[in-house]
């Protein structure tokens, strides 16, 4: 039989021995987690935005609290910044809870409160990447749509790309469309991503191998680390105003450079996470 090879490199039969190693650790090692057993737009729309860049674990313990306080779009738009803010704490990256408050308030806007079900619309919302809007339309509307993230792209260079380096999505990408199960997308993105999972356990990290790898830099010490604390002492023990001295004397560790710290404030303030008034500074 002549070996039938696709536009991109690999066989049939390459593709077809991915998709049942795939499927085949699926039945073994299928994670059960609370966003897997909803089919509620906006419930998975949040699971999505909470995942980017965080920690599965990390998400387990906020994904069902947040819930509780904002169940629905409205609720969440109609909520004060500082409340979503407060329950996005621990999660890091509080610029996505910022992102997914004014996305709430575009959807009751101009969409009656529902989610919008195309990748299209979904990426005009405050924070929606094209990842993430394909995710959403895959897992709430049983959409097939093509993406990658972290554990898809590991499992792809770890099964495709053996012994090569700087492997760009580009590169992934049709593998992801070809073997996308066009009749249940969502299963299949599920079972490919905990085989990513399961690929980084049991072999490293293909992501390394990846073109867009980077390590990132500390957080202890950092610019990013200061924004973060700054932003909770608010929270926490001032949430009507203060000083940026005054948050200053807030800070654990180190003493910080009040220029820094003002700056810092002032950035946080054009972004919307506080409001600049003459007294200091509070949350928006």
Not at 81 to 86: D, F
Not at 92 to 101: E, K, Q, V
Not at 166 to 178: F, G, H, M, N
Request: contains cysteine; charged residues 25%.
């Amino acid at each position: 039989m002549a070996r039938q090879e696709s536009d991109f490199g690999f066989t049939e039969a390459q593709t077809s021995a991915f998709t049942n190693a795939v499927w085949d650790n699926h039945r073994r090692n299928r994670r059960d987690l609370p966003w897997r057993r909803t089919r509620d737009p906006y419930e998975i729309l949040v699971s999505e935005v909470m995942l980017q860049q965080t920690q599965v674990a990390r998400v387990q313990l906020k994904y069902g609290r947040f819930l509780a306080s904002f169940p629905t779009v409205r609720a969440l738009s109609a909520a004060p910044v500082a409340e979503v803010l407060a329950a996005w704490s621990g999660l890091g990256y509080n610029r996505r809870a910022l992102s997914l408050h004014q996305a709430a308030k575009v959807m009751v806007d101009r969409h009656e409160g529902r989610i919008p079900a195309s990748p299209e619309e979904l990426q005009r919302l405050p924070g929606i990447g094209p990842a993430t809007a394909a995710a959403v339309c895959v897992f709430a509307f049983g959409r097939p749509h093509a993406f990658i993230e972290t554990n898809i792209r590991s499992a792809f260079i770890h099964f495709f790309f053996q012994g090569s380096t700087s492997v760009s999505d580009a590169r992934i990408l049709p593998l992801v469309e070809k073997t996308m199960d066009p009749v249940d997308p969502r299963e299949w993105f599920y079972a490919l991503m905990d085989y990513g999972v399961w690929v980084k356990k049991a072999f490293g990290n293909p992501n390394r191998r990846s073109k867009g790898h980077t390590v990132q830099s500390a957080f202890a010490g950092s610019r990013r680390e200061m924004r973060a604390r700054a932003l909770q002492a608010l929270l926490a023990i001032a949430p009507g105003g203060a000083t940026a001295d005054s948050v200053r004397a807030m800070l654990p560790g180190p003493s910080r450079d009040p220029d820094d710290l003002v700056s810092v404030l002032d950035d946080l303030a054009r972004e919307g996470f506080l409001k600049k008034e003459k007294a200091g500074y509070r949350i928006a």
